[in-house]
């Protein structure tokens, strides 16, 4: 496969995190940086959450929830419980597992440490050897503007209202005065960089916060690493979550060729599932045609050493 140097992947929660982990289980730990969305961040109970953060770092630590998808392996739910008996908000599920890591961070950013110390100290306690890199120390909140005029924090429309809004459009607030992580910046610089994968994540909620960031698109397009993109669209489907319906409710047509058109200034490559393999001859830059569904840990493997098979040849 020929990568022995530096390796960054952009991600959002769930569906990047399976790729995330293929990559982790391929690579070195060490060749590995994982770029993370801090957009769906928020306060809950007095408590600053990052709900991509943590799938990512839960997912390489091997303690995901993987039947629910979210949260910490056999987590226990005596809080929640007992906020519900006394009454309190129980839409957005706190486990006890996690509550201890929402705690500490939020106790750790009132010390004054910034979110990739927190972030570094998060994996050394969890034992991930791979980089995990928030996209910046400061805060940016994405917004839902739904067609009847709410503008609504992502997690209320995603968790609260289970994605029943139709989508107008996303506002990254806080983004054009926030600074990219310096970590990126010089990762990006870095000659020992030698590929760059966007994950297959939520394009308007999940990649996009990252490029809104004053400086880190122009630095992604600078970097002499090839980018190369893996469809979060399936045979006209989203694997997981609401993409496919925010794309038909921007009118975006519900196909990977859109995502591959929405990423194009950046990128060197393109990846697409077996089952779109009649779409490769409509792209505009190389494709690569091969299984994107990732359902079992082998999946994961597979399509990482494919993707990076497929980077090295763009080199």
């Not at 530096?6 to 399976?18: F, N, R, W, Y």
């Not at 306060?43 to 949260?71: K, R």
């Not at 994540?201 to 397009?221: C, E, F, M, Q, T």
Request: with cysteine; proline share 5%.
């Amino acid at each position: 496969m020929g990568f022995e140097k530096k390796v960054l992947c952009l991600s959002g929660g769930i569906g990047g995190a399976k790729l995330a982990l293929g990559l982790y289980r391929t690579l070195k730990p060490s060749q590995l940086s994982i770029l993370s969305n801090t957009g769906d961040d928020f306060e809950h109970f007095g408590l600053h959450i990052s709900p991509d953060l943590d799938t990512v770092m839960y997912t390489l630590a091997g303690e995901s929830n993987i039947e629910q998808g979210w949260g910490r392996a056999n987590e226990t739910w005596t809080f929640m419980e007992q906020m519900r008996r006394l009454g309190g908000n129980s839409w957005f599920n706190l486990g006890d597992g996690d509550l201890a890591i929402h705690m500490r961070r939020t106790q750790m950013l009132a010390e004054g440490k910034s979110l990739q110390a927190i972030a570094n100290e998060f994996c050394h306690h969890l034992g991930v050897n791979a980089t995990l890199l928030p996209m910046s120390n400061d805060p940016v909140r994405t917004r839902v503007t739904t067609g009847e005029g709410e503008d609504l924090m992502f997690q209320h429309y995603l968790v609260r209202d289970m994605a029943e809004h139709v989508v107008q459009s996303f506002n990254y607030v806080g983004a054009a005065e926030a600074q990219a992580n310096p970590e990126l910046l010089a990762l990006l610089q870095d000659p020992d960089l030698e590929a760059i994968i966007i994950c297959p994540s939520n394009p308007y909620v999940s990649i996009d916060p990252i490029l809104a960031v004053p400086g880190v698109r122009d630095a992604l397009k600078a970097c002499q690493a090839p980018i190369v993109a893996v469809s979060p669209i399936v045979g006209g489907q989203a694997i997981k979550g609401p993409l496919a319906k925010m794309m038909s409710e921007l009118q975006v047509p519900v196909k990977a060729l859109s995502i591959a058109e929405y990423y194009d200034d950046l990128l060197a490559g393109f990846v697409l599932d077996t089952s779109d393999a009649e779409l490769a001859a409509d792209l505009q830059m190389p494709g690569l045609v091969t299984n994107t569904v990732m359902l079992s840990l082998q999946d994961r493997e597979t399509l990482a050493q494919t993707v990076l098979e497929f980077t090295s040849g763009l080199r």
